[in-house]
């Protein structure tokens, strides 16, 4: 089964339908305010109507400790097909809005650090329709371009524990020239890359195109 593609942080209807058509599964939509990326909702809604982000596409809206106010009205004004949370929520709020969720965990690479065990902390998302493992940076949440090491991420490091193993989707410093040794590593079920398809903070179509290669999407 070949990995899924999330391209995320896309800005415009045109990166939308060239991320579908170079084989990306996912578009992924920031509303957390520090990000350059960060969307209106009306500017959401637009891409989600794009030509070619059709029935199976997924949409998500990527979140970050967000008001449950917020998280309403995004619900409202875009219609995600899913959330993802990638800040301190608990899980029995990523839960309570009626869309699939996927909960971001930050992976540090000190063994002994508190974010290295990312397999106990997403066993307290039972609910979650998939795990996204990024890069832990202090005080930064996603879009940092920095890696993990990659062997934390494997299941037979420690995989999730309590029978709630769930999709697992990679990402945290993702780029073309990286990512089919992730996905040669981790075999995860998915692939997630913001600032790896960018050049001068835009999206780059090129970059897009050749990463969605290299992770082994199909056609591209």
């Known amino acids: 089964m070949r990995t899924r593609i999330k391209i995320c942080g896309v800005t415009d209807p045109g990166v939308a339908q060239t991320a579908v058509a170079a084989g990306a599964d996912a578009i992924g939509l920031i509303f957390h305010p520090p990000s350059a990326c960060c969307?209106?909702?009306?500017?959401?809604?637009?891409i989600c109507r794009a030509p070619g982000v059709g029935p199976f596409v997924s949409t998500v809206a990527v979140l970050v400790n967000p008001s449950a106010e917020r998280v309403a009205a995004i619900i409202e004004r875009v219609n995600p097909s899913h959330l993802q949370f990638h800040g301190d929520e608990p899980a029995d709020?990523?839960?309570?809005?009626?869309?699939?969720?996927?909960?971001?965990?930050?992976?540090?690479d000190d063994a002994d650090a508190d974010d290295s065990n990312w397999a106990e902390r997403a066993a307290r998302y039972p609910s979650a329709h998939g795990i996204l493992l990024d890069t832990h940076v202090p005080d930064r949440y996603?879009?940092?371009g920095a890696t993990f090491d990659w062997r934390l991420a494997r299941h037979d490091h420690?995989?999730?524990s309590g029978g709630n193993d769930k999709p697992l989707i990679l990402a945290g410093g993702l780029t073309p020239?990286?990512?089919?040794?992730?996905?040669?590593l981790v075999a995860p079920y998915a692939v997630d890359v913001r600032s790896g398809v960018e050049t001068d903070?835009?999206?780059d179509a090129e970059k897009i195109r050749r990463f969605c290669r290299q992770a082994g999407a199909h056609g591209a």
């Open 158 to 160: 420690g995989g999730l």
């Open 201 to 203: 903070g835009r999206k």
């Open 142 to 144: 996603g879009g940092t």
């Open 93 to 108: 709020f990523c839960a309570g809005f009626g869309k699939p969720y996927i909960k971001a965990l930050r992976v540090a």
């Open 177 to 184: 020239e990286n990512v089919a040794e992730a996905v040669a």
């Open 39 to 46: 969307l209106e909702l009306e500017q959401a809604a637009a």
